[in-house]
């Protein structure tokens, strides 16, 4: 199961998409110590959060990757409730309107089988992106970067389907190319320390089969939940498809 929650804020002072590490660790006090302890030492992130404002409104947008953080992090702890306590700012944010949509893993192996996926994909990264290669962070969207980041949080959120291939993963980055971009470099600031990352919009154009087309559509629908890149569970990451462009 694949879940979303849009939270609605309303805070008396502004609130920046900085802050999202600061929702991440209001978000931990909340949770089940035991689960919240569960999550700290594991090395897979079944979930992923982040701050994001539209038309001067700020949201907080939590996502859980499998039945139990679905259950635990979004209907067991968030959906009652009515505010967050950010305690270092001393802050009260009010929600005031709530949003949830579920799919489920079924469904987009469906899409991937009976879809004709889209030649050129539009993605937009609305919160600070980056990616960490050989020790060192990568802040532009390089598509063996992207897909093989997709890819791991799939396998690493689901145990019943492995997607990390390495012969798939050169398949794809042969035959997709970026051809339009607007991007900005951007930091996003955790503990004292200022990752480079990017925001921005890029447009991708798949040549090859209409398999691997779709499985490429498949793995950004997917990436609408899991986010990309590092740190998706601190606020980084988020990724939305843009439904422009045609088919071919």
């Not at 700290?40 to 982040?50: D, E, G, K, R, V």
């Not at 306590?85 to 469904?107: A, G």
């Amino acid at each position: 199961m694949l879940a979303k929650l849009e939270l609605k804020l309303k805070c008396e002072k502004e609130l920046t998409y900085q802050m999202s590490s600061l929702f991440h660790g209001a978000l931990m006090e909340l949770l089940p110590e035991e689960y919240a302890d569960y999550l700290h030492i594991s090395s897979l992130h079944p979930y992923a959060q982040h701050l994001e404002c539209r038309e001067g409104d700020w949201y907080w947008i939590i996502t859980g990757l499998n039945k139990e953080a679905v259950q635990i992090i979004i209907q067991d702890t968030l959906w009652k409730l009515e505010y967050i306590l950010i305690k270092k700012h001393d802050l009260k944010v009010l929600i005031v309107k709530k949003n949830y949509m579920e799919t489920t893993y079924k469904e987009l192996m469906d899409h991937f089988y009976e879809d004709d996926g889209k030649r050129y994909i539009q993605i937009h990264f609305l919160s600070p992106t980056a990616f960490k290669q050989n020790g060192r962070y990568l802040f532009y969207p390089d598509l063996r970067c992207v897909f093989q980041s997709l890819m791991n949080k799939y396998d690493s959120a689901t145990a019943e389907n492995t997607m990390h291939d390495e012969d798939t993963l050169e398949q794809i980055c042969e035959h997709a190319q970026v051809i339009r971009y607007d991007l900005k470099s951007v930091s996003f600031s955790l503990e004292g320390v200022k990752i480079p990352s990017f925001i921005g919009k890029i447009t991708i154009k798949l040549h090859g089969t209409d398999t691997m087309a779709n499985f490429v559509n498949m793995l950004f629908e997917f990436g609408e939940y899991s986010g990309v890149g590092i740190k998706t569970s601190l606020g980084m990451g988020y990724m939305k498809i843009i439904n422009e462009g045609g088919r071919k």
